[in-house]
T-cell receptor, first 113, second 114 residues
């Protein structure tokens, strides 16, 4: 079974600053995928970034990057140059090869102008 | 990526009635779809895995007779909440996966049971 833990229910950041959201996980899978999703008030799940567990290189997508520590089972998300539009709930998720997802409890990010 | 739609986006029903929610894959043939439930400001909880042409696989604690899932084609899965009660009020989200590395979510359906 898989578990995903997000220890920060709420975070805030000043516009243009950098913020890091934490995520740890536990898994029985040898091959898996990790994701960060953004859920704005519309509640549509939006993929932010994806990491294949077999890849050592940390994934990056423009202002978003991850710090993937496989041995420590840690997968944090760094948002650089934060924008007002980044305000949302962020979920860390673990996927098995079959596509079955386990989500963390989420972190609500507030961006202050 | 695949486009996933859900219908209706919001439904209000009376206690004791049944409600059907549709999840359609518009441009991707999905042998497997997933149904999630999300309470306000909480996480997504997997309810069941919908398999085309066969019975759905339900997660522990999810009543299969209450939440009926049908996946009759590669582009349509339905979730029927039978004899709905106020505690079934929630946000229901479907998704389809292209292996483990990509998942496409529907926009969700808000169910309110009076």
């Amino acid at each position: 079974a898989q578990t995903v833990t997000q220890s920060q229910p709420e975070m805030s950041v000043q516009e243009a600053e950098t913020v890091t959201l934490s995520c740890t996980y536990d898994t029985s899978e040898s091959d898996y995928y990790l994701f960060w999703y953004k859920q704005p008030p519309s509640r549509q799940m939006i993929l932010v970034i994806r990491q294949e567990a077999y890849k050592q290189q940390n994934a990056t997508e423009n202002r978003f990057s991850v710090n993937f520590q496989k041995a420590a089972k840690s997968f944090s998300l760094k948002i650089s140059d934060s924008q007002l539009g980044d305000a949302a709930m962020y979920f860390c998720a673990h996927n098995t090869n079959a596509g079955k997802s386990t989500f963390g409890d989420g972190t609500t990010l507030t961006v202050k102008p | 990526g695949a486009v996933v739609s859900q219908h209706p986006s919001w439904v209000i029903c009376k206690s004791g009635t049944s409600v059907k929610i549709e999840c359609r894959s518009l441009d991707f043939q999905a042998t497997t779809m997933f149904w999630y439930r999300q309470f306000p400001k909480q996480s997504l909880m997997l309810m069941a895995t919908s398999n085309e042409g066969s019975k759905a696989t339900y997660e522990q604690g999810v009543e299969k007779d209450k939440f009926l899932i049908n996946h009759a084609s590669l582009t349509l899965s339905t979730l029927t909440v039978t004899s709905a009660h106020p505690e079934d009020s929630s946000f229901y989200i479907c998704s389809l996966a292209s292996g483990g590395d990509t998942q496409y979510f529907g926009p969700g359906t808000r169910l309110t049971v009076l």
